[in-house]
Nanobody, 122 residues
Framework: QAQLVESGGGLVQAGDSLRLSCAAAGRTFSQHAMGWFRQAPGKEREFVASISGLGRWTDYSDSVKGRFTISRDNAKNTVFLQMGRLRPEDTAVYYC???????????????WGQGTQVTVSS
């Protein structure tokens, strides 16, 4: 069973950059697509980005495309979310997730981390 632990969240100002990391336990990391989702207070959890098992394919929500980059290091069982030009509306708890059967924009991922808070001040 995969365990996912996010890190790297914090309080930043609008326009700043931040990199989130998600460390995964288990020996089948490269066989799982990975995703980042976020949930702001009072809102539903939403898709941010995903990456295929070998990192060949990526997908982004329209709201972050061009500002965020998802990547992974399978040798270290880690997936990253590099966030740039942050906006106050990016404030949310960010979750990483693993999915055994390919990338997805929906919440039907198999494993989830506990989340890390990102707060962007104006």
């Amino acid at each position: 069973q995969a365990q996912l632990v996010e890190s790297g969240g914090g309080l930043v100002q609008a326009g700043d950059s931040l990199r989130l990391s998600c460390a995964a336990a288990g020996r089948t990391f490269s066989q799982h697509a990975m995703g980042w989702f976020r949930q702001a207070p009072g809102k539903e959890r939403e898709f941010v980005a995903s990456i295929s098992g070998l990192g060949r394919w990526t997908d982004y929500s329209d709201s972050v495309k061009g500002r965020f980059t998802i990547s992974r290091d399978n040798a270290k069982n880690t997936v990253f979310l590099q966030m740039g030009r942050l906006r106050p509306e990016d404030t949310a708890v960010y979750y990483c997730a693993a999915r055994q059967y390919g990338m997805s924009r929906s919440l039907n991922f198999d494993y989830w981390g506990q989340g890390t808070q990102v707060t962007v001040s104006s």
